[in-house]
């Protein structure tokens, strides 16, 4: 049984190397996953993938339906999931280009499904959430980029996930960073709290694709950001193809 999903976001539609096997569109009780669920080979290793705005990039941040993406992985027996995201940089080390493997997150967003223990007929239940990502995920991504040359990469931050699909303000940026936030991004919850609650083992990949806007003094030129996505989501699948090694 395949065990491990890869979570695809901004620029990471498809993965090239993956021998696709089948196509499996998920029946949910929260509706329809981002689109059908992608079976393969990546390097001798079993995935799943799923890219979370769909095959055609066409749904924000704030329109994902996130309960049925994460509802369909695990009903078809995956109980890890590496999820990449476009983020944007906070933090000084965060430069454009460079990477990220989050250990703390901070959500910022509003009016999203978040829970499946959203009572009803079921006793209200709790999980803990105080270190978001799985240390052994993590620590395969970590060692995945080490093992790429021409990566930059922090080992540790904290992601601010805020709403979108708008880029935030100044103010805001300035606020996360007084926060503690590393990086700022639009999907990380509550895909990461919505795997927890599910047992899932859940680790990002955050590729830095713009310094968050008021960072150096600077506004986000938007015209700039597809070929930084694109240049940034190959170092994903760089890193994604060596962490994987560790799985075969």
């Not at 499996?24 to 799923?50: D, H, I, N, Q, R």
């Not at 901070?106 to 209200?124: H, K, L, M």
């Not at 193809?241 to 560790?246: D, E, H, M, P, V």
Request: hydrophobic content about 40%; some cysteine; overall charge negative.
């Amino acid at each position: 049984m395949t065990i491990l999903a890869i979570i695809g976001g901004t620029g990471l539609t498809r993965m090239a190397d993956l021998e696709v096997t089948r196509r499996e569109m998920v029946k949910t009780p929260y509706g329809a996953p981002s689109c059908p669920l992608v079976f393969g080979e990546l390097g001798g290793v079993e995935v799943v993938f799923l890219p979370r705005h769909g095959t055609a990039h066409r749904i924000p941040p704030h329109r994902v339906n996130y309960c049925a993406n994460i509802w369909a992985l695990n009903n078809v027996g995956i109980k890890k999931i590496i999820a990449v995201g476009a983020v944007g940089g906070i933090h000084t080390d965060c430069t454009v280009g460079s990477l990220v493997v989050p250990d703390q997150i901070i959500d910022y967003t509003y009016d999203r499904e978040s829970t499946f223990f959203d009572g009803g007929d079921d006793p209200v239940e709790h999980i803990d959430f105080s270190y978001p990502y799985n240390e052994e995920l993590r620590s395969l991504l970590i060692a995945g980029a080490k093992s790429v040359d021409g990566i930059t990469m922090m080992e540790s931050g904290t992601y601010g996930a805020t709403r979108g699909p708008r880029f935030d303000t100044a103010a805001e940026v300035l606020r996360m960073q007084r926060d503690g936030c590393t990086i700022a991004g639009m999907t990380g919850m509550p895909e990461a709290s919505l795997a927890a609650e599910l047992k899932i083992a859940y680790a990002c990949l955050g590729v830095v694709i713009n310094r968050a806007a008021g960072i150096d003094n600077n506004a986000i030129d938007v015209t700039e950001l597809p070929d930084k996505i694109e240049q940034g989501t190959d170092k994903a699948r760089a890193v994604l193809r060596a962490t994987l090694s560790s799985f075969s």
